[in-house]
């Protein structure tokens, strides 16, 4: 398995623009800031892109925020064998097509953990891939 988790759009969201006083905000921020490095995929930048336009951020700032999480992230495609995985999962799993090509990039990637708020906390799919709520805890030393 790989040493980077997977980190879904979500996250990445709530840790630029979630306001102080919600507490998804820091928590986000303090994992995607640790210093780790982490997967994501091309749907996660393009979903990102599409959130944080609906949050009113700056294209400018978006753009910024893409080429920061491309630097420090190993970015995979989204490629015919991942779609193909993705159809398999979503009738196996009963997930959204949505979910189901995020989990299935994680699996290529070899990730060991997948961080996302949209899955059930906890779940291991196809007994190597546990999906991470780190918005359930208020310490993401508890994430690792």
Same mark, same amino acid.
């Given at each position: 398995?790989?040493?980077?988790?997977?980190?879904?759009?979500?996250?990445?969201?709530?840790?630029?623009?979630?306001?102080?006083?919600?507490?998804? +905000?820091?928590?986000?921020?303090?994992?995607?800031?640790? +210093?780790?490095?982490?997967?994501?995929?091309?749907?996660?930048?393009?979903? /990102? /892109?599409?959130?944080?336009?609906?949050?009113?951020?700056?294209?400018?700032?978006?753009?910024?925020?893409?080429?920061?999480?491309?630097?420090?992230?190993?970015?995979?495609? &989204?490629?015919?064998?991942? &779609?193909?995985?993705?159809?398999?999962?979503?009738?196996?799993?009963?997930?959204?097509?949505?979910?189901?090509?995020?989990?299935?990039?994680?699996?290529?990637?070899?990730? +060991?953990?997948? /961080?996302?708020?949209?899955?059930?906390? +906890?779940?291991?799919?196809?007994?190597?891939?546990?999906?991470?709520?780190?918005?359930?805890?208020?310490?993401?030393?508890?994430?690792?």
């Amino acid at each position: 398995m790989s040493a980077e988790p997977f980190v879904d759009t979500n996250i990445w969201v709530y840790a630029h623009t979630a306001e102080q006083e919600d507490i998804r +905000g820091p928590v986000a921020r303090a994992l995607v800031d640790d +210093g780790r490095r982490f997967v994501i995929s091309t749907q996660v930048l393009s979903e /990102y /892109y599409s959130a944080m336009l609906k949050n009113r951020a700056s294209d400018a700032l978006i753009q910024d925020n893409i080429e920061s999480m491309i630097l420090r992230c190993e970015v995979l495609l &989204i490629d015919t064998a991942t &779609i193909r995985t993705a159809h398999k999962l979503k009738l196996r799993y009963r997930f959204s097509y949505w979910d189901s090509l995020v989990i299935a990039t994680a699996l290529q990637g070899d990730c +060991g953990i997948l /961080y996302s708020e949209d899955l059930q906390d +906890g779940q291991l799919i196809e007994e190597r891939l546990r999906v991470v709520n780190p918005l359930n805890v208020t310490d993401t030393r508890d994430c690792r």
